[in-house]
Structures are given as C-alpha cells and as structure tokens.
C-alpha cells in the first residue's frame, strides 16, 4: 500500500512497495496536483486541445495531428520492453484513479463524474476527438457542456513528452535558414546563428569535491522554458525498497527524467541544441490510388487521410494528414506547380524524426534512472536515452563524475541539418544507426549552458558562449563553494553581450543634449540587468529601437513577412524582428550582410538614440518597471463558460511582477527586444544537488507544488522564486505530515 508524505511546500513524498506500486501513486498524485494540467497536456499531444480552449489552439491541433505525435508514442509504446511498459501502464492507472477526485478540486472542469472511455483511432480515415464524448460533451453543444478529464492510455505519457519536445530541436530554423540564404545569400545564414525565443535552453554546472566546503560535488543549474501557470516541472519524491529519488518529474510522465538526487548519485541536463530532426522539400500528386510523393526511386504512394480537429463554440477544421516515406507532411505550399495526367501536383515539406523513425522515446531510461547507484549506473540508463538529445552532468558519493551527451542523432548528409533537402534528389537519407554520443572527462568545474561545447558535432545553431562563459568566472571566483552560495549564481544579472551596441552608441557624434545624456547615462550603466535599474531600462529602450529599425532596413527588407507564409506554429523561428534581436551582437560586429557595414549601422543606432532620448521614456524607469513575467496559463473556451467560485483563478494568467535578468544572463529571464518588454521564458526551476547530505540540497518552482487554485501551495514558492531563492530538499520523514485519502 503506497503512502503519500508533504513536507511544508506541499510537495508529494510518495513510499510504496515495489516500483509498479509507486508508479501508481505518482499517476495518481499527479491527477490530485495537476488534473487540470495534464488534461491540456493530454489534449495538446493527441490534437484536440481546441475542443476545450478554442480557436486559438486549433493551430498546434492541426501540427499535432499532421505530425502523428499520438500515433507515434502508440508506435513507441508497442516497442516497449514488457517491465517499462508495465511500469508506465501503472502510472496511467495511477492518473486515471486520480483523475475524478483532481477534476472535482479543479475549478476548470465542471462534470465531477469519472470520464468514460473515449475512442482514438489512428489507422482509419478519421482521428475521433479524443475525449469530446466524455460527461456528455457534444459537438453541437459545447456552449453548455462541462467538461470531464478524459480516460489516459497507457501510450499517453509518451504522447505528452513528445508534445512537450517536438519543437526542441527547433527544426523551423530549416525554413529561416533557406529563406535567408536565398533573399540574402548564403554568407549570410551565419548572422542569425543564434538561439531564440521559441529555443529551449538551461543553465548547468558542476563544482568538483576538491572545489566545496564539504569535500563532495555538487550539481547545479536552472532549465529555462516557457513559463506555465502551473509550473512546467513537479517537485516530487519517489521511494520503495529499490531506490529513493527527489527530483523534478514532468506532470503526466512518470519517473524523473532531467533533475534528479538519489542519495548516491545525482544528475542533471541542459539542451545540447542538436540537430536531430529533417525537413523534406516533397513533390505530391493526387491520383486515382491516392496521394503519391516524389523519391528518389519515382513515385511512391502515401498514407492519407482527413481527420476533424473539433473547436469549441465553432465548426470543426478539417485536417490532411500525409506521411510520405520520409515522414509526416508538415507543411503545403498550396500553389499549384504544374498540371500533369495525374492531376494536381504540389510541394509541401516533411518531417523526419527519430521516434518515428525508430519507435523509441527512450523511456526505458527512466526506470533505470531510478535504480542508479552510481555514475556508472546512470551512464548506461543513459545510453537508452532518445528524445530530446541533451548534455548531461552526474556525480556520486563515491567521486564519480560524469559528463556526456545523451539522445539519438541520425547519422546523414550535412546538407539536411543546414536547410530543408529536396525528396527526390538521393543522399539525403539516414543510416541505420546513429550517430555516438560524445563525452568528456570531467577535470575541474564544469559547466553547460547551450554553447557550442561538447555537443558542437551534433548541431549547427547554439547559444552564444555568455552564459557558459560568466558561470566559469563566478566559479573561478571563490577557492570553495558551498550549496547556499549557489543561489548568487543562479541570479547573476551582467549582460556581456550589450558591448557592441553600447561601443556603436559611445562612438556616434552630431547628437542633440538629449541624447548625450541619454548616452552618458548608458555609458556609466555597470551592464546588470536589475529589476531596479534604470540604466538597464534605459539601454533596453534603446536596444527595442534599434532592432525596430533595423527589422525595417532595406538590408533586410526582403525577409518581411516570411512569418506569414508558413504554419503558425512555426511563425517564432520565421518572424524577422525576433531573428534581427537576437542576432543583434552579430550584426554589430561582423559585417558580413552588404549594406549593415558599422557606418550603415550608425544611422540607425543615432536614430534609436535620439527617438528614445525626445520620447523621455526611460525617465525614472525601472528595468523591472518593463521586464514584468507573463506566463502562459491554458484557459478555458468561454464557449464552454464553466461555473467558477473565484472567476480570477481561472482567467488569463496576469502580467505578474518585474523580473531582473535578460536572455544572456545567467539569470536567463527572455523577452522578445523590439517586440515585447514582457518576459514569457525563463527558470522554470533552480535546484542544488549536494553529495554531501541530500538534505542539504535546495530547489525552487515558480508558483508552488500545487496547480489547484485556492490550494494553500499553489502560490507559496513564487515570491521566493521571484527573489532568487531557494527552499530545502526535506528527506526525514519525521519532519513530513502523512496524507489520508479515502480509498
């Protein structure tokens, strides 16, 4: 009988007999913390989230199906080996006992009864909407249905990792890349070599036992994604005879997979910023046996069919789903190329991925991550390791240490990670296996920020060198580090990379009063972005124009609109003003794009200056006044207009308080420059790992344990959060309160 535990944050201790019987009573915690959550979340990956959420979700609907995420972790799950999928099947019984009692304290549903089975097919003409038939949700009455969690299948928790890292390898970049070199030329593809505001990125390091106060290592970091209300990542306790891990689980996926203590041995990731995902340039005619795609061998013949993806309070969107022999059709051009005896033939674009390639999400890893007792164990755990590739830093008691890349990188041309390659031309195949991982021995303090590191084989774009680079000198500052002195720097607030526009700003000349002493101002800024500085607001201001005029310079006019012209899911990697701000450093410095040399650059940097200088707008502006957090929350349809006691806990999350930091800090807080002051990125969790004593180990969320509103926990940790701390990992289960649940 498995026992749940709280300490004083509400974060779930769970204690159970053998693994199954733990798995189970994750499931079902999860269902009791998350139920809203993990509905969206289980809608989002079989594409059926704009049957509860509205118009605005049929976009990433329609990817979800023409991507076949569902059928795919049905594909995985079938490959599974028989004691990972009996341990995945027992946290889906988990969720789904939960689940009643999770939706009736969840103010987003409104029918309390258990759902009923819902359809799903993924072989026949049509994907039924999974989970409209539960609680008597109807199609044609959504205005007034509530709405009931729907039943999981054991395939849904690989569904829901593969939703949550389809995007991570950030494979749109293929359509920037080709688009710039084709407006621009190709000497210009380097110039946005960058990482985004749609990039999944983190902060890692490891301080070795010789460089700590306790003379045993300790791991570190902060993963920074999309901020949600509720939190991305669970804090959590896994315990039973085998093993006993705190980490930070994915809610709706059993195990943890990225941040975990065992008490031996610890672990934790960042993105390697991998290229593992192809695009396919792909001919497609419609015949009399269907729809046939061109290859290199001729015509072949494709899967095909139309699904309904069902809107609340609107018709349903019809959906055709293609997968040629590379993979799923992602994308059509419309236009019609030519016409031939067989009919229409046109262009779309495919996407290949290596779990629909090779049936593998590697979760057999997570078990087996579980089990770890040393370095050594999580290194072989990691060698089934798939998706999504990430650099990893491990430790144990024992002075092990630990740093290698983990996931599955398709060994192909080179061409296919630079752009999207042609279908029909040969060599643009993958081999039958992948690519190996590289690893490195660990000599001193090591870090892992997204640079162009360890995992350079593997990838084309990554994140420049600051954050790496600034997390070394604060290390390299001090002879011993100690588990609380690492909060200084998880909040590290110096923004190197505002060099080369500061340097542009020093040497323009001709400015009005105004603007000298803007200048002046910006010129005596000590470059930390704090949530206080009006220096910081100041040089953000100006940093927004600049990237504004520079978006609208002839140089780079061509590139207007190429968001427009691509599937909406795809607009973050495409859209011009946040590529121009993110390459700003680049294109201050190298001169590579003709008509941008540093004197072309010097009109608009004058013309930034003196039009934020007139406006007067950085006057007594705080950094924090403009940089204020905007996390996404999932709301919703008022097409299904649910009864709620407290209407606010359900709405729209507010824009909550300033934040210090800025993409390139340390305390990585993204917004879009020359778009929006408003942050939507950011830590979506910091933690500590101590060798020495797990309880000396420490870990913060934004918002708290709980995703329930009004729950005592759903909010505690945020001011902390806010603040840059962090709170204790408690493991003594003297100092936990036991939780009853009626049977």
Not at 372 to 389: C, F, G, I, Q, S
Not at 390 to 409: E, I, S
Request: with cysteine; proline share 8%.
């Amino acid at each position: 009988m498995s026992r749940v535990y709280r300490d004083a944050w509400g974060i779930p201790h769970l204690r159970a007999g053998d693994p199954y019987e733990l798995a189970f009573a994750q499931g079902r915690v999860t269902a009791l913390d998350r139920a809203w959550q993990i509905e969206v979340e289980r809608r989002r990956a079989t594409g059926t989230s704009a049957a509860i959420l509205g118009p605005d979700a049929v976009s990433w609907d329609r990817f979800a199906r023409q991507a076949r995420l569902a059928d795919t972790a049905e594909r995985c799950l079938h490959a599974l080996d028989d004691d990972t999928a009996r341990w995945l099947n027992a946290y889906v019984d988990g969720v789904n006992a939960g689940l009643p009692e999770g939706a009736r304290r969840a103010p987003e549903f409104t029918a309390t009864e258990a759902a009923r089975p819902e359809t799903a097919r993924h072989d026949g003409t049509r994907l039924e909407a999974a989970g409209l038939e539960t609680a008597g949700l109807e199609t044609a009455g959504l205005e007034t249905a509530g709405l009931a969690p729907g039943r999981w299948e054991p395939w849904t928790p690989m569904a829901v990792w593969l939703s949550h890292h389809i995007l991570f390898a950030h494979f749109p970049a293929k359509l920037w890349r080709e688009a710039v070199a084709e407006r621009l030329g190709p000497e210009a593809v380097a110039l946005f070599a960058a990482d985004g505001p749609g990039t999944g990125g983190s902060n890692g390091w490891l301080v070795p036992a010789d460089r700590t106060a306790t003379g045993a290592a300790l791991i570190a970091g902060d993963p920074h994604r999309f901020i949600e209300d509720p939190g991305f990542y669970q804090q959590i306790r896994l315990a039973c005879p085998e093993f006993d891990v705190v980490g930070l689980a994915v809610p709706g996926v059993p195990g943890i997979a990225h941040f975990g203590h065992a008490g031996s041995v610890a672990w934790a990731i960042t993105n390697a910023m991998a290229d593992y995902q192809d695009l396919y340039r792909e001919r497609l005619r419609r015949g009399d046996g269907g729809v046939e795609a061109l290859g290199p061998d001729g015509w072949r013949p494709c899967t095909a069919h139309v699904e309904a993806v069902e809107v609340a309070g609107e018709a349903p969107v019809e959906v055709e789903v293609v997968e040629t022999e590379r993979g799923p059709v992602v994308m059509t051009d419309t236009r019609v190329r030519r016409e031939t005896g067989h009919g229409r033939v046109w262009e779309a674009v495919s996407l290949r991925y290596p779990p629909r390639v090779r049936r593998d999400l590697g979760f057999a890893a997570l078990p087996a991550l579980l089990r770890a007792k040393t370095v050594a164990d999580v290194d072989r755990a990691l060698d089934r390791w798939a998706e999504p590739v990430n650099v990893v830093l491990a430790a144990d008691t024992d002075g092990g240490l630990l740093h290698r890349v983990a996931g599955t990188v398709p060994v192909r041309h080179p061409d296919n990670g630079l752009r999207v390659v042609p279908a029909w031309e040969p060599g643009h195949e993958w081999d039958d296996r992948p690519a190996p991982m590289p690893r490195r021995e660990v000599r001193g303090i090591t870090v892992m920020a997204n640079e162009r590191g360890i995992a350079a084989p593997l990838g084309v774009e990554f994140a420049p060198p600051h954050r790496a680079d600034r997390i070394r000198r604060l290390l390299d500052g001090s002879p011993r580090w100690s588990a609380g002195d690492m909060a200084a720097v998880h909040t590290d607030t110096l923004l190197p990379g505002a060099g080369p526009l500061l340097d542009l700003l020093a040497g323009l000349d001709g400015l009005g009063p105004e603007a000298v002493r803007l200048r002046d101002r910006l010129s005596a800024w000590d470059r930390r972005m704090d949530a206080g500085s009006t220096g910081a607001a100041a040089y953000a201001a100006v940093r927004a124009e600049v990237v504004r005029r520079l978006t609208a310079h002839p140089a780079l006019a061509s590139l207007a609109g190429l968001d427009e012209e691509v599937p909406e899911v795809f607009r973050p990697w495409l859209a011009p003003a946040p590529r121009v701000a993110y390459a700003l450093e680049s294109l201050l410095t190298t001169g590579l794009l003709p008509g941008l040399d540093r004197a072309a650059l010097a009109e608009p940097a004058r013309a930034a200056l003196e039009d934020v200088a007139a406006r007067g707008e950085t006057s007594g502006v705080s950094w924090g006044d403009l940089h204020r957090l905007a996390p996404w929350r999932a709301v919703p349809s008022p097409a299904i207009s649910p009864p709620v006691d407290d209407p606010g806990s359900v709405g729209a999350a507010p824009v909550e308080a300033g934040l210090p930091g800025d993409h390139d800090c340390v305390l990585s807080t993204s917004s879009v420059p020359g778009v929006t002051h408003h942050c939507a990125r950011g830590p979506a969790a910091r933690y500590v790992w101590d060798l020495a004593r797990r309880d000396g180990s420490l870990w913060i969320v934004p918002f708290g344990a709980s995703g329930v509103p009004g729950d005592p926990h759903r909010r505690d940790q945020h001011p902390l959060w806010l603040r840059g701390e962090l709170v204790p990992v408690i493991t003594d289960w003297n100092r936990l309160t036991e939780e009853r649940h009626d049977p």
